[in-house]
């Protein structure tokens, strides 16, 4: 008999340990469900302010970015799913000045509850960049007021606007999800710490060299100009994947011999076919830069942010803009 109660004993004992694992399991499981609920929903338009806004996000929020890498925002229409992605979403974060067409579609056709976030407002703004291949570029056409058609969209290549556009989107995130501000606004000061350090990375790299002048395969690198003292001299224009007229090609050539420039930069996520030609036909060296729109693949397997991307930008420029080599006529 003594056997048989203390064989239900232990069942007894088995019993309890099983409802006990049952119970923290489904309770584990409540908890990952009202976490995932918590999550803050974000769709950002393209890759440049996708990658912002994660790092000021980062694991409280789920983000989308819409416009694959690699295809112009320019260009871009949304399709049914993406709108209903952006639906769903709590935040849409995008940069304006025109880069993104869509945006202004996309603003009318959403209700008040979706936060609206223009990641450039209060960006210190570049104009006077008409799309023309056979003018040559200035690059501080700098106004207080300018038309938006006029304006350089690409403010994040400054560290300061990139600075400014996470605190526009930190804003929104705080307003949208007031539980976790204060994680996110900590999230914002180390962002400012970096940018500030990659701001002096800059000057002190590029303040005292003699060559300034880029020679650049599309026009987008206006602020990196403004802020350190360089020109760009652009083979095509803003955007990326036209042909050069040969008026413009011959004003390149004419352009580096004459102030002896020993090197072209080529859009990293675009390629370099131009860039190659030019530099095949003229014996000067290639070297990457990019607008951070997007990554190549090689970049994507890296997880490459928005600060790898200035870094790389910086090494290139240190190497292109150094000492210039004569050249042949």
Same mark, same amino acid.
């Given at each position: 008999m003594s056997g048989i109660f203390s064989y239900l004993k232990a069942m007894k004992k088995l019993l309890l340990l099983i409802m006990t694992i049952m119970t923290v399991l489904i309770v584990s499981g409540c908890n990952t469900e009202t976490e995932k609920k918590h999550k803050l929903r974000v769709c950002a338009s393209f890759f440049a302010v996708y990658d912002i806004a994660r790092q000021i996000g980062g694991d409280r929020i789920e983000i989308k970015n819409l416009v694959p890498e690699g295809v112009e925002p320019h260009d871009w229409e949304p399709s049914v799913k993406a709108m209903i992605s952006i639906e769903n979403s709590d935040v849409f974060v995008y940069n304006g000045l025109g880069i993104e067409g869509f945006a202004e579609k996309i603003r009318e056709s959403q209700g008040s509850e979706l936060i609206f976030v223009e990641a450039s407002e209060g960006c210190k703004i570049l104009y006077g960049y008409e799309d023309h291949d056979d003018e040559h570029d200035h690059d501080k056409h700098d106004k207080e007021e300018g038309d938006i058609s006029d304006a350089d969209p690409h403010v994040w290549l400054d560290p300061d606007n990139a600075a400014k556009e996470a605190e526009n989107i930190c804003a929104a995130f705080?307003?949208?999800?007031?539980?976790?501000?204060?994680? #996110?606004?900590?999230? *914002?000061?180390?962002?400012?710490?970096?940018?500030?350090?990659?701001?002096?990375?800059?000057?002190?790299? *590029?303040?005292?060299?003699?060559?300034?002048?880029?020679?650049?395969?599309?026009?987008?690198?206006? #602020?990196?100009? @403004? $802020?350190?003292? *360089?020109?760009?001299?652009?083979?095509?224009?803003?955007?990326?994947?036209?042909?050069?007229?040969?008026?413009?090609?011959?004003?390149?050539?004419?352009?580096?011999?004459?102030?002896?420039?020993?090197?072209?930069?080529?859009?990293? *996520?675009?390629?370099?076919?131009? $860039?190659?030609?030019? @530099?095949?036909?003229?014996?000067?060296?290639?070297?990457?830069?990019?607008?951070?729109?997007?990554?190549?693949?090689?970049?994507?397997?890296?997880?490459?942010?928005?600060?790898?991307?200035?870094?790389?930008?910086?090494?290139s420029l240190e190497k292109g803009l150094g000492d210039a080599d004569d050249i042949g006529s």
């Open positions: 705080c307003r949208a999800d007031p539980e976790n501000a204060e994680y #996110y606004n900590e999230n *914002l000061e180390n962002f400012r710490k970096k940018a500030s350090d990659l701001n002096n990375a800059y000057k002190n790299a *590029l303040g005292d060299l003699e060559n300034k002048e880029l020679i650049v395969s599309h026009r987008a690198y206006g #602020y990196i100009c @403004s $802020a350190y003292g *360089l020109t760009q001299e652009a083979v095509e224009g803003m955007g990326s994947g036209g042909d050069p007229s040969p008026r413009r090609i011959r004003e390149i050539y004419d352009n580096i011999r004459k102030n002896n420039i020993d090197c072209i930069f080529y859009e990293s *996520l675009t390629g370099s076919r131009i $860039a190659e030609t030019i @530099s095949e036909d003229m014996g000067i060296d290639m070297y990457p830069i990019t607008a951070f729109e997007g990554r190549n693949a090689e970049q994507r397997k890296q997880d490459f942010d928005y600060f790898d991307a200035m870094y790389m930008n910086l090494e």
